[in-house]
């Protein structure tokens, strides 16, 4: 409920009481560049609120004891469960600055009366630069020397055609590949007129195609879906590329595959909880240190001027548009 239903008093103290109450914290574990955290601090405060912060914390108490007055908090990949939930006793909303919400409990948020927003597409184009980055790095063998090959005419498959799939079809016609996608909620009318073949099932993308990258969300749906039958049907020399989420991949069943198929790539953004085991694929398996597909100054602008003008327009008018636990 915006603070602005139920107090009953005159427009000016509720001005007053907004400048006193509403208390913004950034929450982040893995922090924003420093001119996002100043932009995000002028629309705060411009609003007449207080911004906390709490970047880099280590542990989740860190965090239990942050969100014991807020009125608000901007997350990244940051867990918002039942416990933090419990702790953050005057929250109204909860902003993931970014795409994936699967990190915050929406059912708890909803049973403590708590608003759950993401901001969609903000951070796509630095995902997809990183996919098409990461693809020419493994292409080229990951620069150790030997001669590689050229992204230029190959075929790659988008599963799931969202803001980060888009973004990735356009920046891979720009490399001159033939570029397919399926999205199982996506007409395939709307996947043509982005000039992008729209075929009829993933095992039809992962087929056909020699280069697969993931965008789907994690849910209970996808979850562990992308399996060794699926990834096994890839074609010779192929790639397949991870920029959403770890717990999409059938881990062992990938490895198990791996074993087999000596001529698949496994390039991911998201460490896998068995890295150890796929890096004893040398030369065919890579993942970046930490999740960096967002990490750009410029997406880290546009996702958390988002999420602050979403909490004063939530706080202030009670505007949900981007609302995802309704
Ligand atoms: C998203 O869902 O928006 C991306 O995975 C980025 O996540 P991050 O903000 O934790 O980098």
Partial sequence: MPLSQGVAFPVHYTLLYYKIMAKVLVATEKPFAASAVAGIKEIIEGAGFELALLEKYTEKAQLLEAVADVDAIIIRSDKIDAEVLDAAKNLKIVVRAGA???????????????????TPGQNANAVAELVLGLLVFAVRNFY?????????????????????????????????????????????????????????SQEELFKTCDIISLHIPATAETKQSINKALVGSIKKG?????????????????????????????ITD?????????????????????????????????????????????????????????
């Fill in 100 to 118: 994936g919400y699967d990190n915050v409990d929406l059912d708890a948020a909803t049973a403590h009366n708590v608003v759950v927003m993401n």
């Fill in 144 to 200: 150790n020397g030997k001669s590689g090959s050229e992204l230029m005419g190959k075929k790659l498959g988008i599963l799931a055609f969202g803001n980060v799939g888009r973004n990735v079809a356009r920046i891979a016609k720009g490399f001159g590949m033939e570029v397919s996608a399926f999205d199982a909620y996506c007409p395939a009318e709307a996947i043509e007129a982005a000039g992008v073949h729209a075929v009829a």
């Fill in 238 to 266: 192929g790639i397949l590329i991870n920029t959403a989420r770890k717990e999409v991949i059938n881990e062992p069943e990938l490895l198990e595959l791996f074993a087999e198929r000596t001529d698949l790539k496994y």
């Fill in 270 to 326: 998201i460490k896998p909880d068995a890295d150890a085991d796929f890096a004893q694929f040398e030369g065919r398996y890579f993942s970046t240190p930490k999740k960096m597909g967002a990490q750009t100054a410029e997406a880290n602008t546009n996702a958390g001027l988002a999420a602050a003008n979403q909490i004063v327009g939530y706080i202030k008018e009670g505007i949900t548009k981007f609302q995802v636990n309704k």
